[in-house]
């Protein structure tokens, strides 16, 4: 079992019977979907529903069976577990890196419990020292997003796949912001604010003062940090 694969199991303690869940994406939260969907098909949970952070999310959990619902149903959820790209030691979070990042979002401020899974890899004392931050933005005036972006103090790319532009499943655009040559992002609650009040962005990566825990697996096993401990 691999790092990714124990993280996923330990957090799997956090359901219980009738848990209106979140799924997160990437590949840490696809272990998980699957460690839930054995459970639920081995009849050992009872009476739970997810709601998907992506496409392909949900696409993993119907082929568990597992049932689904939307926020028009559920106006809150017990627990979302979802991955992270990057982890501080307020844990606060990079995430999008998965390309989910405004769904994401958007369940994950509709959880009781926001349960983060990662490996010790994701650790950083800096957030954006080590992986770019991902930005959703329209795909009006693509270019000029792009050029904003470049002048925050970071290197912006448009995201391409195979030379193709990465699209979300909301059908905007990604860009890359690389914070890696300046040690990371100077001030995160500042730069939250910018992205949010700049016209045309969508979302942003930066998931802060949400978590409320994270499991975290290393070579020394398995340890749980919790906010304010």
């Known amino acids: 079992m691999n790092l990714k694969q124990e993280a996923a199991q330990r957090a799997l303690n956090f359901v219980q019977d009738g848990m209106c869940l979140g799924l997160g994406s990437g590949s840490t939260s696809a272990y998980f979907v699957d460690m839930l969907g054995e459970r639920w098909q081995k009849g050992e949970l009872r009476h739970i529903r997810a709601v998907p952070t992506s496409q392909a999310t949900a696409e993993q959990a119907q082929r568990w ?10 106006t809150q959820l017990d627990l979302v577990v979802d991955g992270a790209d990057e982890v501080d030691p307020d844990l606060n979070l990079i995430k999008g890196l998965g390309k989910a990042l405004l769904r994401e979002k958007i369940v994950e401020i509709h959880a009781r419990q926001f349960v983060v899974i990662v490996d010790e890899s994701k ?10 931050l991902p930005v959703e933005f329209v795909r009006f ?13 970071c290197r912006a790319e448009q995201w391409f796949e195979d030379g193709k532009p990465v ?40 998931f802060l003062g949400m978590a409320q825990r994270v499991v975290v697996a290393g070579q020394q096993g398995v340890r749980l940090l919790e906010r304010g401990s």
């Not at 069976?65 to 559920?74: C, K, N, V, Y």
């Not at 005036?141 to 103090?153: D, E, M, P, V």
């Not at 690389?178 to 500042?190: A, L, N, Y």
């Open 123 to 132: 650790l950083t004392q800096h957030l954006g020292s080590h992986v770019p």
């Open 65 to 74: 069976g597992i049932p689904l619902a939307t926020l028009a149903e559920l």
């Open 141 to 153: 005036a693509a270019q000029s997003h792009i050029r904003w972006l470049n002048s925050l103090g």
């Open 167 to 206: 699209i979300t499943d909301n059908g905007n655009f990604l860009a890359l912001c690389h914070f890696e040559e300046t040690g990371g992002i100077p001030d995160v609650t500042h730069l939250a604010q910018e992205l949010a009040e700049r016209p045309g962005i969508v979302e942003h990566g930066l």
